[in-house]
């Protein structure tokens, strides 16, 4: 009974890996049909029922994976942050390190973020909102810890993110060189927007002046 267990991830991970292998910056998921990909993996097609229910639900577990290893991967990196690594420069390190070991993961999640299905966009946009939520935390934490307060975190935590998705993709297209330039120009972008929240919120701290 265990082996057939065993079995059956084992052939579930089949599918997912043939699935990414056949993706690329030219080809998104729409475009894959539910018999090559079984093909790909070794399976005869009326296998594939076996482990989805459909090719969309077989797209939607590759979403969830990609999420959990980016978030796996922040949460690693902002375990490092110090007074020289702040929240910042730790999660775009982590984020440029996810696109070169994930480049077709993410290609999967910026292209179906626009033009998937609508279950898909759910799901890509329920990823995102956890991986805000994480950032919005330790932007958090890291405000307290400095005694600088930060107007509208999870607004900021938002902003931030839609820029590194942004980049993300010109990032893609970059050589080793200019990744890292992308990499800084993220940092110093972010930073801004980081600076101007503090600034708001040391605003508000100050007292109104009256005119007499």
């Known amino acids: 009974m265990a082996a057939r267990a065993e079995q059956k991830l084992r052939t579930r991970r089949a599918l997912l890996e043939a699935a990414l292998r056949q993706l690329s910056a030219e080809r998104g998921f729409s475009s894959l049909s539910l018999r090559e990909v079984a093909r790909e993996a070794g399976i005869a097609p009326t296998s594939f029922y076996r482990h989805f229910p459909d090719l969309e639900s077989l797209g939607m577990a590759l979403v969830d994976e990609a999420g959990e290893k980016l978030r796996r991967l ?67 934490s890291e405000s307290r ?55 708001l919120a040391q605003r508000e701290l100050q007292p109104r002046q009256t005119i007499p």
């Open 74 to 140: 922040m949460r690693e990196a902002r375990k490092r942050v110090d007074g020289d690594v702040g929240v910042v420069r730790a999660s775009v390190e982590a984020f440029m390190v996810f696109l070169g070991e994930n480049a077709t993961l993410f290609y999967l999640l910026s292209r179906e973020r626009a033009v998937g299905s609508e279950a898909m966009r759910a799901a890509i946009r329920r990823e995102i909102g956890l991986f805000i939520d994480d950032l919005a935390v330790d932007l958090e």
């Open 145 to 199: 810890a400095r005694a600088v307060p930060m107007k509208d975190v999870p607004l900021v935590a938002e902003a931030m993110v839609t820029i590194a998705f942004n980049e993300g993709m010109d990032a893609l297209d970059c050589p080793p060189e200019g990744r890292r330039a992308t990499a800084e120009r993220m940092i110093r972008q972010l930073r801004m927007i980081a600076l101007g929240a503090e600034a």
